[in-house]
Protein backbone atom coordinates (compact mmCIF):
# COMPACT_ATOMS: atom_id res chain seq x y z
CA UNK A 1 0.00 0.00 0.00
CA UNK A 2 0.80 3.95 -0.90
CA UNK A 3 -0.12 5.93 1.96
CA UNK A 4 -0.23 9.76 1.28
CA UNK A 5 0.82 12.17 4.14
CA UNK A 6 -0.40 16.04 3.85
CA UNK A 7 2.35 17.33 6.29
CA UNK A 8 4.29 19.62 2.98
CA UNK A 9 2.31 20.12 0.31
CA UNK A 10 2.03 23.11 -2.38
CA UNK A 11 -1.67 23.28 -2.18
CA UNK A 12 -3.80 24.13 0.70
CA UNK A 13 -4.57 21.62 3.55
CA UNK A 14 -7.78 21.14 2.32
CA UNK A 15 -7.28 20.81 -1.29
CA UNK A 16 -4.25 18.46 -0.73
CA UNK A 17 -6.95 16.03 1.41
CA UNK A 18 -9.12 15.88 -1.46
CA UNK A 19 -6.31 15.66 -4.10
CA UNK A 20 -4.94 12.39 -2.56
CA UNK A 21 -9.42 11.57 -1.47
CA UNK A 22 -9.65 11.20 -5.44
CA UNK A 23 -5.96 9.75 -6.33
CA UNK A 24 -4.89 6.08 -6.45
CA UNK A 25 -3.44 6.35 -2.72
CA UNK A 26 -4.36 3.02 -0.64
CA UNK A 27 -4.40 5.73 2.34
CA UNK A 28 -4.42 9.33 3.51
CA UNK A 29 -1.80 9.40 6.20
CA UNK A 30 -2.68 11.53 8.59
CA UNK A 31 0.28 13.30 10.83
CA UNK A 32 -0.87 15.01 13.99
CA UNK A 33 1.45 17.04 15.79
CA UNK A 34 1.09 18.85 19.59
CA UNK A 35 4.34 20.91 19.30
CA UNK A 36 5.62 19.17 22.39
CA UNK A 37 6.71 15.81 21.30
CA UNK A 38 8.30 16.71 17.67
CA UNK A 39 8.64 20.49 17.89
CA UNK A 40 5.43 20.88 15.07
CA UNK A 41 2.26 21.89 16.22
CA UNK A 42 -0.96 21.16 13.52
CA UNK A 43 -3.16 19.99 16.45
CA UNK A 44 -6.09 22.30 15.03
CA UNK A 45 -8.54 19.10 15.43
CA UNK A 46 -11.89 19.96 14.88
CA UNK A 47 -10.84 21.41 11.97
CA UNK A 48 -9.49 18.75 10.68
CA UNK A 49 -11.84 16.52 11.32
CA UNK A 50 -14.23 18.54 9.43
CA UNK A 51 -11.84 18.65 6.72
CA UNK A 52 -11.09 14.81 6.90
CA UNK A 53 -14.94 13.73 7.92
CA UNK A 54 -16.21 13.21 4.10
CA UNK A 55 -13.36 11.26 2.51
CA UNK A 56 -14.19 7.75 1.91
CA UNK A 57 -10.73 6.80 1.56
CA UNK A 58 -9.34 4.93 4.82
CA UNK A 59 -7.54 6.68 6.74
CA UNK A 60 -3.70 5.78 8.05
CA UNK A 61 -3.66 8.26 11.22
CA UNK A 62 0.40 8.89 12.72
CA UNK A 63 -0.13 10.50 16.77
CA UNK A 64 3.34 12.25 17.44
CA UNK A 65 1.61 13.39 20.76
CA UNK A 66 2.19 13.61 24.63
CA UNK A 67 -0.34 11.46 25.76
CA UNK A 68 -2.57 10.95 22.79
CA UNK A 69 -5.76 9.46 24.13
CA UNK A 70 -7.97 12.18 24.19
CA UNK A 71 -7.12 12.94 20.69
CA UNK A 72 -7.91 9.27 19.95
CA UNK A 73 -11.29 9.64 21.89
CA UNK A 74 -11.83 12.92 19.45
CA UNK A 75 -10.95 11.30 16.54
CA UNK A 76 -12.21 7.46 16.47
CA UNK A 77 -15.38 8.21 14.87
CA UNK A 78 -13.68 8.93 11.94
CA UNK A 79 -12.82 6.49 8.63
CA UNK A 80 -9.78 5.11 9.72
CA UNK A 81 -7.58 1.96 9.06
CA UNK A 82 -5.04 2.40 11.57
CA UNK A 83 -3.90 4.86 14.56
CA UNK A 84 -0.34 4.42 15.52
CA UNK A 85 1.31 6.52 18.81
CA UNK A 86 4.88 6.36 19.89
CA UNK A 87 5.92 4.49 23.07
CA UNK A 88 7.84 7.47 24.65
CA UNK A 89 4.75 9.59 24.19
CA UNK A 90 2.60 7.64 26.67
CA UNK A 91 2.40 6.37 30.09
CA UNK A 92 -0.59 4.87 29.41
CA UNK A 93 0.00 2.22 25.90
CA UNK A 94 -1.78 -0.61 26.98
CA UNK A 95 -4.81 1.72 27.43
CA UNK A 96 -4.55 2.81 24.53
CA UNK A 97 -4.20 -0.42 22.58
CA UNK A 98 -7.58 -1.51 24.25
CA UNK A 99 -9.32 1.63 23.67
CA UNK A 100 -8.40 1.26 19.91
CA UNK A 101 -8.69 -2.42 19.72
CA UNK A 102 -12.36 -1.51 21.02
CA UNK A 103 -13.39 0.43 18.38
CA UNK A 104 -12.57 -2.22 15.72
CA UNK A 105 -9.49 -0.15 14.46
CA UNK A 106 -5.89 -1.27 14.06
CA UNK A 107 -3.41 -0.36 16.60
CA UNK A 108 0.38 0.46 15.68
CA UNK A 109 3.45 1.88 17.38
CA UNK A 110 5.80 3.93 15.77
CA UNK A 111 9.46 3.49 16.49
CA UNK A 112 12.08 6.25 15.72
CA UNK A 113 15.18 6.01 14.04
CA UNK A 114 17.81 6.04 17.47
CA UNK A 115 15.23 3.58 19.19
CA UNK A 116 16.01 0.41 19.45
CA UNK A 117 13.56 -2.69 17.88
CA UNK A 118 13.29 -4.60 20.97
CA UNK A 119 10.99 -2.44 23.23
CA UNK A 120 8.22 -3.60 21.04
CA UNK A 121 8.32 -7.23 22.38
CA UNK A 122 6.28 -6.61 25.47
CA UNK A 123 3.36 -5.19 22.60
CA UNK A 124 4.20 -6.99 19.70
CA UNK A 125 1.25 -9.91 20.98
CA UNK A 126 -1.04 -7.17 21.37
CA UNK A 127 -0.98 -4.51 18.49
CA UNK A 128 -1.52 -5.03 14.27
CA UNK A 129 1.07 -2.66 13.01
CA UNK A 130 4.43 -1.44 13.57
CA UNK A 131 5.69 1.99 11.93
CA UNK A 132 9.29 2.09 11.24
CA UNK A 133 10.37 5.66 11.18
CA UNK A 134 12.69 6.40 8.79
CA UNK A 135 13.50 10.44 9.22
CA UNK A 136 12.95 12.27 12.65
CA UNK A 137 9.11 13.13 13.47
CA UNK A 138 8.49 16.79 12.76
CA UNK A 139 9.16 18.35 9.50
CA UNK A 140 8.45 16.94 6.20
CA UNK A 141 11.03 16.50 3.61
CA UNK A 142 13.50 15.26 4.96
CA UNK A 143 15.99 12.37 3.89
CA UNK A 144 15.94 9.09 4.36
CA UNK A 145 18.01 7.58 6.97
CA UNK A 146 19.24 3.92 5.76
CA UNK A 147 20.24 2.50 9.02
CA UNK A 148 16.51 1.61 10.15
CA UNK A 149 16.23 -0.55 7.03
CA UNK A 150 18.62 -3.31 9.70
CA UNK A 151 15.12 -3.23 12.28
CA UNK A 152 12.53 -4.55 9.29
CA UNK A 153 13.51 -8.11 9.16
CA UNK A 154 12.99 -8.61 13.34
CA UNK A 155 9.43 -7.93 12.46
CA UNK A 156 9.00 -10.92 9.92
CA UNK A 157 6.78 -13.70 11.14
CA UNK A 158 5.97 -11.55 14.46
CA UNK A 159 2.46 -11.34 13.01
CA UNK A 160 2.39 -7.42 12.67
CA UNK A 161 1.93 -4.94 9.32
CA UNK A 162 4.99 -3.59 8.80
CA UNK A 163 5.06 0.32 7.64
CA UNK A 164 7.98 2.87 6.81
CA UNK A 165 7.45 6.26 6.78
CA UNK A 166 9.89 9.25 5.95
CA UNK A 167 12.10 10.67 3.06
CA UNK A 168 10.06 8.18 0.64
CA UNK A 169 10.89 9.56 -3.21
CA UNK A 170 11.43 7.49 -6.46
CA UNK A 171 15.06 6.85 -5.39
CA UNK A 172 14.58 6.09 -1.55
CA UNK A 173 12.12 3.54 -2.43
CA UNK A 174 14.57 1.72 -4.52
CA UNK A 175 15.97 -0.11 -1.06
CA UNK A 176 13.24 -1.32 0.23
CA UNK A 177 12.28 -3.60 -2.82
CA UNK A 178 14.09 -6.53 -0.82
CA UNK A 179 12.10 -5.86 2.23
CA UNK A 180 8.58 -7.14 3.28
CA UNK A 181 6.71 -3.80 3.51
CA UNK A 182 3.17 -3.41 4.04
CA UNK A 183 2.98 -0.16 4.21
CA UNK A 184 5.04 2.59 2.34
CA UNK A 185 4.29 6.26 3.73
CA UNK A 186 5.12 9.39 1.42
CA UNK A 187 4.86 12.86 1.57
CA UNK A 188 6.19 15.88 0.19
CA UNK A 189 7.58 13.92 -3.16
CA UNK A 190 3.90 13.51 -4.08
CA UNK A 191 2.01 16.66 -2.37
CA UNK A 192 5.13 18.77 -3.78
CA UNK A 193 4.16 17.35 -7.36
CA UNK A 194 1.34 18.74 -9.75
CA UNK A 195 0.41 14.83 -10.56
CA UNK A 196 -0.35 12.59 -7.78
CA UNK A 197 -1.14 9.97 -9.41
CA UNK A 198 1.94 9.97 -11.43
CA UNK A 199 4.19 9.82 -8.70
CA UNK A 200 2.68 7.61 -6.16
CA UNK A 201 2.16 4.64 -9.27
CA UNK A 202 5.39 5.73 -10.06
CA UNK A 203 6.82 4.45 -6.57
CA UNK A 204 4.29 1.23 -6.71
CA UNK A 205 5.96 0.14 -9.85
CA UNK A 206 8.72 0.62 -8.47
CA UNK A 207 8.18 -1.38 -5.23
CA UNK A 208 7.10 -3.99 -6.83
Excluded at 48 to 62: A, C, M
Excluded at 70 to 87: D, R, V
Excluded at 168 to 183: A, F, R, T, W
Aim: charged share 25%.
Amino acid sequence: MIAVSFLKSKYSRVDTIQKIAESDADLIHVDLLDGIYAGVNNLDIDELIKELSNTKKKLDIHLMVKEPLEIIKKLINLNIWAITFHLDATTKPIEIIEYIKSHNIKVGIAINPDEDIHILNEYLDLIHYVLIMSVFPGKGGQEFILSVLNKIPYLYNKNVLIGIDGGINDESIKYLKNYQIDNIVSGSFICMSDNYNEQINRLKNISK
